[in-house]
């Protein structure tokens, strides 16, 4: 495999992180990046749940809210996002984190920087990784994924499942994977066309799914519900993945050495 624009044998900084329920993997080419990002993701949680606190709706609504002019950064990214696809805001939250995280990174000057929020993932690298998709034990689609080059680059990537995920789902799909210009929006609109997979016939709720995802401002999504397949839009490239795949361990360029931080 061809990588483009370092040395193959550049050294890769890999740190997984726990934040109360949330496991974010960090990736990087810079160590002070990573350092950045966790500080980063650390500051916004404890600025998003002294938020909550004082306004117990936002965490519990499962429709758009009110952008407050007042609010903090997170809390106006996430509601911008719930509004955008009309879903709750809680919705976007794994997503934002992500994107607040890259962008700690990149103002690092990380040449990779690649944040992974419980299968949400924010990235900008200037070589190709793979994504695994999991969905569920017996789907026949376990051992496909897609390869995300430089020039598809920044990018957001997020996974919703009625049957895999503890989030909560309307839908009946197996998985919604969604491609876009950020984490936050791949997650919100993650949820939206989940929501939408609905119906005793999986051909006819893919499309339901499909023509949700037209509604809004995606690069792509796939959609698999049973034995069936749905695609819109652009779509990196699918790949073979020969180890199952699992949704907590997303492959990103390698699976060695993650080392976690308590």
């Known amino acids: 495999m061809k990588h483009v624009g370092i ?40 600025i998003l749940d002294r938020y909550i606190q004082r306004n ?19 809390v106006k990214a ?25 962008e700690a990174m990149l103002n690092s000057q990380a040449t990779i920087a690649i944040v992974e929020d419980g299968g949400e993932i924010a990235a900008s690298s200037q070589r190709d990784f793979n994504i695994g998709l999991y969905a569920g034990k017996t789907s026949i689609f376990n051992q496909i994924g897609f390869k995300i080059l430089p020039s598809d680059c920044p990018i957001g990537v997020a996974t919703s499942s009625a049957t895999v995920s503890h989030a909560t789902s309307f839908g009946e ?12 929006l791949a997650d919100g609109a993650a949820t939206a066309i989940c929501n939408a997979v609905t119906g005793k016939n999986e051909e006819t709720s893919i499309q339901r799914g499909l023509n949700r995802a037209k509604q809004l401002k995606i690069k792509g999504t796939f959609i698999l ?37 308590i």
């Open 173 to 184: 799909a197996e998985a919604v994977t969604v491609f876009a210009n950020t984490a936050a």
């Open 56 to 74: 117990p709706n936002f965490a519990k609504t499962l429709n758009p809210i009110d952008n407050e002019p007042s609010a903090p950064p997170i």
């Open 7 to 46: 040395p193959l044998k550049k050294r890769l900084f890999k740190v997984r992180r726990r934040f109360k329920e949330a496991s974010i993997l960090f990736q990087s080419d810079k160590q002070s990046a990573i350092e950045a990002a966790v500080r980063a993701v650390s500051s916004h949680s404890a």
């Open 225 to 261: 519900r049973g034995d069936y397949a749905g695609t819109y839009g652009k779509l990196p490239q699918l790949v073979k993945i020969k180890s199952k795949p699992d949704l907590s361990r997303i492959t990103l360029l390698d699976r060695s050495s993650i080392r976690t931080l």
């Open 78 to 102: 996430m509601a911008t996002v719930a509004n955008n696809v009309k879903v709750g805001p809680m919705a976007a939250v794994a997503g934002v984190l992500a994107d607040l995280a890259l």
